[in-house]
């Protein structure tokens, strides 16, 4: 399954330049890992972090324009770096699969001479096949709406044959959502539908409370809002597989004896929760909010075809603090277990979380004098290192201000 390697973004609020992991020009740095979790305080930037993944989803899903004004972002001028003009930038260096040549995908935001933001530039890149170094060839160069694509699975810049003009009706959208559609161009496709199924979550515990309309569905959607009908698909489509999910996630809730489905009158399934030491089962309606986080959360994680990158802002919300080292273990038990396994970005400030990871799978963000925040990654400390392969929990460290002394 496609993973992303590498991730930059520059001018995006208090994000003034944060790369993590390896990029194109950094071959050097290790690759990010199947779960990565970014962590920090209060205000140094992991909700920027992860609205950054939002903005480019939301880009592709509409336009520039549009994704500067959703998610309360307030416009360009509000996401812009204090002190900077822009433009927004982003990289994404990822691969398709173990055996492909990594791509790269970069976006420019800048403002037009309507004050109206657009996509400056676009570009994808890869090397050739049996190029080791060197600049990896750009395969699509739009600047403005305007450019040139080479169709195809190899690059061949330079032979006019494989070369592609390129004019967008509309600069604010991404060239890739429309070269995307085509057959002549299978990299921009994939990059594009890879791009589409990212899952970042915006769980509610009170969306996924409520009763949707009958009807199967094959995915959970990021508000949690059609977990009744995703519900109805598994036990249709998967009995088996879902009975044994059902009984593998009430044995991870506490108090929870067992988890099973009730039909009503008009066709819809009801998810139905047995507590020991009731009676009567408890419905979806009537969970508390933890559990039914933690449920939609393993729930997720069971998605027969999962979506390739997971991206999660403060899973501890709402949970037992007993519990989080549980759901850490779970994240990368499915981050890293299967063949088809989606890749998990977490942001957190909760030490237990944190106590169930890896130095090399924990980034620390840090807000500097600037008032512009930096990253790096806990495993590059070596006496954090050291103290971990001692037995000393990550956690545990974090929490007792080892890592501000690095």
């Known amino acids: ?57 939301d880009a592709l899903a509409t336009s520039v324009e549009e994704a500067c004004d959703l998610k309360r972002r307030g416009g360009y001028r509000r996401l812009v770096s204090a002190g900077t003009a822009g433009p927004l930038r982003f990289e994404v260096y990822y691969r398709q699969s173990p055996n492909e ?41 739009l600047q ?21 003009p390129i004019e967008l009706t509309d ?7 429309t070269l995307g559609a085509l057959k002549e161009h299978p ?6 539908n890879f791009l589409a199924s990212w899952y970042l979550s915006y769980f509610t515990p009170d969306s996924a409370r409520s009763l ?23 036990e249709r489509e998967h009995p088996e597989k879902f009975r044994v999910i059902l009984e593998g996630i009430a044995g991870k809730i506490p108090g929870i004896e067992k988890i099973d489905t009730a039909r009503t009158e008009d066709n819809r399934l009801l998810l139905r929760f047995n507590d020991k030491g009731f009676e ?41 603090h007993k519990l989080l080292e549980t759901l850490a273990a779970q994240f990368r038990s499915h981050a890293t277990g299967k063949k088809n396994a989606p890749q998990i970005f977490v942001t957190t400030h909760q030490p237990y979380f944190v106590d169930a990871l890896a130095p090399h799978e924990t980034w620390i963000l840090e807000k500097g004098l600037d008032g512009f925040s930096t990253i790096r990654r806990a495993s590059d400390d070596s006496i954090v290192t050291d103290m971990v392969r001692e037995g000393l929990p990550l956690g545990s460290l974090w929490y007792s201000d080892y890592f501000d002394a690095a």
């Open 1 to 57: 399954m496609a993973m992303i390697e590498g991730f930059r973004v520059q001018n995006y609020q208090v994000l003034k330049d944060v790369g993590l992991g390896r990029l194109w020009n950094q071959q050097k740095n290790p690759t990010l890992t199947p779960l990565v979790a970014v962590i920090g305080k209060n205000g140094t930037g992991k909700s920027t972090l992860f609205d950054s993944f939002g903005f480019l989803a």
């Open 101 to 141: 040549r990594p791509i790269t995908y970069e976006l420019t935001v800048g403002l037009g001479r309507d004050g109206r933001p657009y996509v400056q530039e676009e570009r994808l890149r890869q090397r050739r096949k049996g190029q080791r170094w060197g600049r990896p060839f750009s395969f699509l160069i």
């Open 144 to 164: 403005g709406g305007k450019g040139k694509a080479w169709a195809g699975e190899e690059t061949f810049e330079g032979e006019d044959a494989a070369q592609v």
């Open 171 to 177: 600069p604010r959208k991404l060239g890739i959502a």
């Open 187 to 192: 990299r921009i496709t994939k990059f594009r």
């Open 212 to 234: 949707p309309t009958s009807g199967p569905q094959k995915h959970l959607n990021i508000h949690g809002d059609n977990l009744g009908n995703v519900v109805q698909y598994m």
């Open 280 to 320: 009567d089962p408890f419905y979806a309606q009537q969970m508390s909010d933890g559990t039914l986080k933690l449920f939609a959360y393993l729930l997720l994680l069971e998605d027969p075809e999962p979506p390739p990158f997971i991206c999660i802002e403060e899973p501890e919300n709402g949970l037992y």
